[in-house]
């Protein structure tokens, strides 16, 4: 493993590699990545080494190219040459997959993007992107919890019926928490994200997007089906919300696993 590079791979069978949300960090992953691991090779990968240890190290403000560029090479050690896998990414990790996808489209059999958050896409996407700034801004000014509760409002269109208030944390905490680093590194950086459609429309036969069943009318779900719509994908919803991951690990590692060995799972219609 090149030293720079931060994956675990478990299992046999063909090769899934994960690409976690938020900071990139897996944890909540390994439940359902165990159930996977019986028919996959799950390569899981850790963009930040964040579970390698390097959290409490420096980090720089993050881009979406950088994660996917580590992806394809995360592919590179495991998988043979001429071979492809199936990829999975989940909230900042979709955006991942989505450019993994569009840039190096001959590696990849099949792709799961679940919720990415490239929001720009929607016709109100700057009004969306700038609640992300928001959520920010509300970091810095009023620390993790007032942002938990402005992001909240944000993802679910609604305002916050409080706004508490908070300490922000010094610059060392910071690199010590995973939504810290989401927070500052991440969430802005990648929500600029635009996502490549005329790629992502070429590859649409190897796409599905997602979304959880508990965030319809959410902005997530609404942007997964835009996107599904607009570059003629798959759209399949999964169990939970936008953590269903962690909510569901069985029920969201058997849709997913069907999903990508037999296109199981019953897609929703984009015109409703």
């Keep these: 493993m090149a030293e720079d590079l931060h994956y675990d791979v478990h299992g046999k069978g063909p090769v899934l590699l994960i690409v976690p949300g938020g900071s990139g960090h897996p944890m909540g992953f390994a439940p359902m990545t165990d159930v996977l691991a019986d028919r996959f090779t799950v390569v899981t990968y850790d963009p930040l080494g964040l579970a390698h240890g390097r959290l409490g190290q420096p980090v720089g403000d993050q881009r979406v190219e950088e994660w996917s560029d580590g992806a394809r090479r995360v ?9 492809s896998a199936s990829a999975f990414g989940s909230s900042s990790g979709g955006i991942a997959v989505l450019d993994l996808l569009a840039r190096n489209p001959g590696r990849l059999s099949h792709v799961v ?35 938990a509760v402005r992001l909240g409002a944000g993802l679910t269109g609604q305002e916050p019926e409080e706004r508490p208030s908070g300490q922000p944390l010094s610059p060392d905490e910071e690199l010590v928490i995973p939504m810290a680093l989401f927070l500052t590194r991440v969430l802005r950086q990648f929500t600029s994200y635009a996502p490549a459609l005329p790629a992502l429309t070429a590859s649409s036969a190897r796409l599905t997007l997602a979304a959880g069943t508990d965030s319809r009318g959410q902005l997530l779900h609404r942007t997964a089906r835009f996107l599904a719509k607009h570059s003629g994908s798959r759209f399949v919803e999964f169990p939970g919300g936008h953590v269903g991951v962690a909510e569901h690990p069985v029920a969201f590692a058997e849709l997913l696993a069907g999903t990508l060995l037999g296109g199981c799972g019953t897609p929703v219609p984009l015109t409703t």
């Design 75 to 83: 592919l590179d050690e495991v998988l043979p040459e001429g071979e």
């Design 113 to 147: 993007a679940h919720e990415p958050p490239c929001v720009g896409v929607l016709p109100d996407g700057a009004r969306q992107q700038a609640m992300f700034r928001e959520v920010y801004d509300t970091y810095r000014a009023a620390g993790l919890q007032a942002a």
